[in-house]
């Protein structure tokens, strides 16, 4: 009786552990990793940077608005991302902000050039450049952070 004790009693506790590694196991995968994190952020912006490069060159208005609302998409997308590293988290809002800051100069832009209103052409296609900067600075920061070793 006592080898049935001890067996029994044995075999609990190596379920136990187990149940226990294999419940840390389950829950450390569920868990995103920074380089997760990052690579959600990278495929938004690779995405909008495509569509951005693709229309430079373009004189049709009603291309011009498509971009503005890719950038309203792409700051929509940022933002609901549910991201855990707080750095991540940081650059999620500025990218976000930048973007819609992008949609609301680029569709400025059209209206000014509709209207032949020169100086709100200038001004809106100065912000545009300004949010052009200020997004690849961001970029660069966000892609050197997710480089990094953790």
Do not use: H, W
């Amino acid at each position: 009786m006592n080898k049935e004790k001890l067996t029994i009693s044995t075999l609990s506790s190596v379920f136990s552990s187990l149940l226990i590694v294999t419940t840390s196991l389950i829950l450390s995968s569920c868990t995103e990793g920074r380089i997760s994190q990052c690579q959600k952020i990278i495929v938004i912006t690779k995405n909008m940077e495509e569509i951005s490069q693709k229309s430079r060159q373009t004189q049709n208005l009603d291309e011009v608005l498509k971009v503005a609302d890719a950038f309203e998409t792409s700051a929509e997308s940022i933002k609901k991302l549910n991201l855990a590293d707080a750095k991540l988290t940081e650059y999620q809002a500025q990218l976000a902000e930048i973007y819609q800051g992008n949609a609301k100069s680029t569709r400025q832009f059209v209206s000014a050039f509709n209207k032949k209103d020169i100086p709100g052409v200038r001004l809106a296609q100065q912000e545009v450049q300004i949010l052009g900067e200020q997004e690849q600075k961001l970029v660069a920061q966000i892609n050197q952070y997710c480089q990094q070793e953790n």
